[in-house]
């Protein structure tokens, strides 16, 4: 299943490039962009090298270059054409597909480029919102699709933490200035999809709050040890995977338990699962959210 995926579908190749597969054809036909390997029902199966070169020409393309130009561009010298291309476009508008082209091609330079590149322009929170986002969705739909393989997910949402990591980490040395709430951020036990609770992590601590950030796979009873020491907690949590479908209403009345003699218990959770919570019985202190947006309203 973690093996990198090595052929794809013109389907693929469309849903990644944004090219119509009626134009990929066109161009393989008439410029010899790409050389697709046939079934024996005539089928169409691209390699992954077929998808990089792909990606390459498409930023090419929406950069001005003529397609009858870029198909003269030596094929070994069109990664060096788009890195400095990369290196040097400022315009957000193709930030996403430059983010795409480098997990395709494993490539941390164009993603850093591509970042540095926005950061010249836009701050952090806004490249997260405008950009990340939009980009998480896309893997999100690429995913269900099986365009893309766990190792291409693993490398580019690898990159985007370590960017949340390090602009919150200049914001951890700065003494929390309310103190009314005290948010505990943790994701339930087996779910492991963090990058929404780490950015709601860097926004609650860019608030003035203090928040102890407990991370992946938490099991329930290890929350009692928190409750220990601090009053007016808020915990978070961001339900992307689990709990499943048909557990998930246990856990929320497991979690009632676990808080039943805490003075003022609050639980804030949103994620995919969120939408299998029957509202009618979930106990006051529970608030569900369908966005990161709408978490960020309500500090």
Request: charged share 25%; proline share 4%.
């Amino acid at each position: 299943m973690n093996n990198v995926k090595k052929q794809f579908s013109i389907r693929d190749l469309e849903n990644l490039s944004g090219i119509k597969a009626h134009t990929i054809r066109i161009w393989e036909k008439r410029y010899n962009l790409l050389s697709p390997e046939r079934t024996d029902t005539n089928i169409r199966n691209y390699s992954l090298a077929s998808l990089q070169k792909l990606l390459n020409v498409t930023l090419l393309y929406h950069n001005g270059h003529k397609i009858s130009k870029i198909a003269k561009i030596p094929e070994n010298e069109i990664p060096l054409v788009v890195r400095e291309i990369v290196a040097k476009n400022s315009n957000k508008n193709h930030a996403i597909n430059s983010f795409k082209l480098a997990m395709v091609n494993f490539d941390q330079t164009i993603f850093f480029n591509t970042y540095n590149n926005l950061l010249s322009q836009q701050s952090f929170r806004e490249i997260f919102k405008e950009t990340f986002i939009p980009l998480l969705n896309e893997l999100g739909l690429l995913w269900q699709t099986d365009t893309i393989s766990p190792a291409h997910e693993h490398f580019i949402t690898s990159l985007i933490k370590q960017k949340i990591l390090l602009n919150t980490e200049k914001l951890q040395h700065l003494k929390p200035t309310k103190t009314d709430k005290v948010f505990v951020a943790y994701l339930p036990e087996n779910e492991i999809h963090e990058i929404g609770l780490l950015y709601l992590n860097y926004e609650i601590v860019l608030r003035g709050y203090k928040c102890i950030y407990l991370g992946q796979t938490v099991p329930m009873e290890n929350l009692m040890d928190v409750m220990k020491y601090f009053e007016d907690i808020y915990f978070l949590s961001y339900f992307t995977v689990v709990p499943e479908k048909d557990r998930i209403n246990k856990y929320i009345k497991d979690f009632e338990e676990l808080v039943s003699e805490y003075n003022n218990p609050n639980l804030w959770i949103l994620g995919r699962q969120v939408q299998h919570i029957d509202e009618a019985k979930l106990p006051k202190f529970v608030k569900t959210f369908t966005s990161i947006e709408e978490v960020i309203s309500k500090l």
